[in-house]
């Protein structure tokens, strides 16, 4: 039922889909929805989590404190650009989920705070820690946008790329090639600002030495 209901939620969003639709395509009673989803809000609540619980499911464990950099963002990032079996249905998700990001309803503000913030948070404190932060700022969260946004577009504007490289997906080792290319962007990233923390730093430093030599 969840396959179905993605197709036409993915077309008609979650106002526009009717329930009866949904059971017809899946040859399933009305109760079923209220049996195992309770109403249609917690169907569409299914539909958003279940992508996004498997692709939190792929990289459990990428904030392991015993692993290097490379190794983190190499767990974290290759889920983005991994190909789906299934593209027709990965072109719905995407698609349901480009709405939920240009107009996002309760439900995608709720599953947001349930699986993406504690992931994005996670990453955050691998970041911290590889940059010499001593906190999570504003900086990192920054960081942590900007290295996500590489991998995601590999999810979200396959199509696109296509049209303008198809080399670069067409690759028998597409997959491999990606994902050491953004790993090496993510380490070089990530060391530029460890580099503009120590620098700001020493700055400060050579600042306050100024000042309690001046008489």
């Known amino acids: 039922m969840i396959s179905h209901a993605t197709?036409?939620?993915?077309v008609k969003g979650f106002a526009g889909a009717s329930t009866r639709e949904i059971c017809d395509a899946a040859g399933v009673n009305l109760s079923a929805i209220r049996y195992y989803f309770g109403d249609k809000a917690g169907l569409y609540r299914a539909v958003l989590e279940r992508p996004i619980g498997e692709m939190t499911a792929a990289f459990a464990g990428f904030?392991?404190?015993h692993?290097?950099?490379e190794q983190a963002?190499?767990?974290?990032l290759r889920p983005f650009v991994e190909m789906s079996d299934n593209a027709q249905l990965e072109a719905q998700v995407m698609r349901?989920?480009?709405?939920e990001m240009l107009e996002p309803s309760d439900i995608f503000r709720e599953v947001v705070g349930q699986a993406i913030v504690p992931a994005h948070m996670a990453m955050c404190a691998v970041l911290a820690r590889h940059s010499g932060a001593r906190e999570i700022d504003d900086d990192i969260h920054q960081l942590a946008f900007a290295l996500v946004a590489m991998a995601h577009d590999y999810c979200m504007s396959r199509e696109f790329m296509n049209m303008?490289?198809?080399g670069v997906l067409g690759r028998p080792d597409a997959v491999e090639r990606i994902v050491d290319r953004l790993v090496g962007y993510?380490?070089?990233l990530v060391a530029a600002e460890r580099a503009?923390?120590?620098g700001a730093g020493a700055n400060t430093q050579s600042a306050s030495d100024s000042s309690a030599a001046v008489p």
């Open 186 to 188: 993510a380490e070089a």
């Open 67 to 69: 692993l290097s950099l």
């Open 196 to 198: 503009r923390r120590r």
């Open 96 to 99: 349901l989920h480009l709405r």
């Open 164 to 166: 303008l490289a198809p």
């Open 63 to 65: 904030d392991a404190s």
């Open 7 to 10: 197709r036409i939620f993915s």
């Open 73 to 76: 963002m190499r767990m974290l």
